[in-house]
């Protein structure tokens, strides 16, 4: 039995947070406590296969600043399948249901991806950002050179220069 569940981490119990939250450590070996953090605070897929979480995938909301305007980002964090349930579609289903909730409730969608990722994202229609991008920290604008090139957009009703400058907002832990 497969099912995909939708829900804001306010619906989610202790169990089913802590379970995709072990995924995440399970797919990712640079996972980290702040990771974790960013992926909260918004709306999660989860795909549950017989009681066990195998696919993790959060849209929360920031602010990208980009031609002079503070735009309403959904970012996508967390996007993992367990190994052994990869290549059946799992991905393709949580990032569907988020790209949704992006083109409707957000000016543009933005993740940083994972270096075997981006095909998978540029296949579903996110570009990669080509311009500089950077962040604002509590110093100021600060640019974030080791980003270039791993960050996509999902083009929205806002206008975007794919070439120009993009900064996020300040957080703990990696700012992209
Ligand atoms: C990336 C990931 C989430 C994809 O999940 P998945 O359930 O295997 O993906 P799906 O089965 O839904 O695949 C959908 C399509 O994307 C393709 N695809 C899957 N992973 C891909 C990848 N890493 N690169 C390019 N294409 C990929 C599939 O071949 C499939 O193509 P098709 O529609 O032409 O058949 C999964 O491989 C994963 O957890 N990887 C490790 C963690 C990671 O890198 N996460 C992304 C962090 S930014």
Known sequence: MIEL???????????ALGAARALLYDVFDDMTDPDWEHALGGVHALVWE????????????????????ALRAGYVEGVGV????????????????LE???RRAYDLGAL??????????AARGW???QGPTSAL???GVVRTAEEDGYIYVLPGSAPLDLSG??????RDGDCW
């Open 112 to 121: 940083g991806a994972a270096d075997a990722a981006g095909d998978f994202y």
């Open 82 to 97: 367990r190994a052994d349930r990869r290549g059946r579609g799992h991905g393709a289903a949580m990032m569907q249901a």
């Open 5 to 15: 569940q939708i829900a804001h981490t306010a619906d989610l119990d202790t169990a």
């Open 137 to 139: 920290t509590p110093e």
């Open 127 to 129: 570009q990669l950002w």
């Open 50 to 69: 017989s009681g066990e979480v195998v696919g993790h995938a959060s849209v929360i909301q920031r602010r990208l600043l980009h031609g002079g305007r």
């Open 165 to 170: 400058e993009l900064t996020c907002d300040w």
């Open 100 to 102: 949704r909730m992006i």
